[in-house]
């Protein structure tokens, strides 16, 4: 069965200016790979620094978790999706090797470490667009669907 990646993608709690998902390349069972481009005109670079702005790593991190962990915990609950899902992020752990510029692509590879009582653990990784490793780590978020007892 193919994916519905527009589907996932108009399942997402997030909208602008908070949404950091622009397209799905993958999603299966196992992980995700997904594409964002930070805007130029983002308001959050005016004071990040100031005479060299530079995406804030939280944010590095939310791009992660929507595209890695959210975007995968929606294939995987596709079947209990008509009700409203609830989300909360439960842990974070990452490392950043390199700054991302304003106007700057981004692709998240998200694998799946384990996803049982509702939480999922993924292996996150965000690359530039010559490939170069930006930030890596894990994630891990918790699911509920309304009306569902477990």
Do not use: W
Not at 57 to 71: D, K, N, R, S
């Amino acid at each position: 069965m193919k994916t519905d990646y527009e589907y996932i993608l108009r399942q997402l709690p997030y909208s602008e200016p908070f949404l950091f998902v622009d397209t799905l390349e993958n999603v299966n069972d196992e992980g995700v790979v997904g594409h964002y481009t930070f805007a130029g005109d983002a308001d959050f670079y005016r004071g990040h620094f100031k005479d060299l702005p530079v995406t804030p790593g939280v944010l590095l991190t939310e791009c992660c978790a929507q595209i890695g962990v959210v975007c995968l915990g929606i294939h995987l609950l596709k079947e209990k999706l008509s009700k409203a899902l609830k989300i909360g992020l439960s842990s974070a752990e990452m490392q950043y090797l390199k700054p991302v510029y304003p106007g700057e692509q981004v692709r998240v590879e998200s694998e799946k470490v384990y996803f049982r009582f509702q939480k999922l653990k993924c292996k996150v990784k965000l690359f530039d667009t010559k490939g170069d490793l930006i930030c890596s780590g894990t994630i891990s978020g918790m699911f509920k669907v309304d009306g569902d007892e477990k």
